[in-house]
């Protein structure tokens, strides 16, 4: 008796040949689709860039200052416009900050290379380590902020600046309403003609 006469020895037809091949080929081509489904949303990573650009924006105006209330009031200016205007976070923050988020010039340009715990490109200080630890508190907090709103402004703001951009503004013409947002590095309030 051979082997494939043997009782115990199943017999494959050409069908089940062609059914285990087609079951092996949806098998891989469901495990080539599992790195797509296990990818992060466009949306997770709009909000961590996002969340980048606040901070880098925080990090520009407060400097490393993290116990001011800059970063979430600058939050709050930005949410304000994008229920206004319908931007992202992206948009928004690229507008209300074209200079750093932009591609001009700018005076330091480390700013943009912020991203993670790394030292910036074109970082010039030798210590990184003393302002690492400031960033990353930055960055988180700009996680948060972009996740969910926190209020820290008596009533929203349109605007942030230095009280030197509010003076020389205000020397053209414009007229300045402050809005309290308590400790904070820079002026919030609104413009109004």
Known sequence: MTRLDHPDVERRTWRDAVAESVVACALVACVGLVPVLWQPSASADADETAAVMLARTCVSERGWAVESN????????????????????????????????????????????????????????ARWDRYRDAWLATLAE?????????????????????????????????????VDCGSTRNRFGRWVR
């Open 70 to 125: 800059d970063c979430a009031a600058i939050a709050e200016v930005v949410r304000l416009r994008m229920h206004r205007t319908g931007e992202s976070w992206i948009q928004a923050l690229g507008e209300l900050s074209p200079r750093l988020h932009g591609d001009a010039p700018i005076g330091r340009p480390w700013l943009r290379g912020l991203v993670d715990e790394d030292p910036p490109r074109g970082w010039r200080e």
């Open 142 to 178: 700009a996680r948060e902020l972009v996740e969910s709103e926190r209020a820290v402004c008596e009533e929203p703001p349109t605007s942030w600046g230095s009280a030197d951009d509010v003076r020389r503004r205000a020397a053209r013409g414009a007229r300045w309403v402050e």
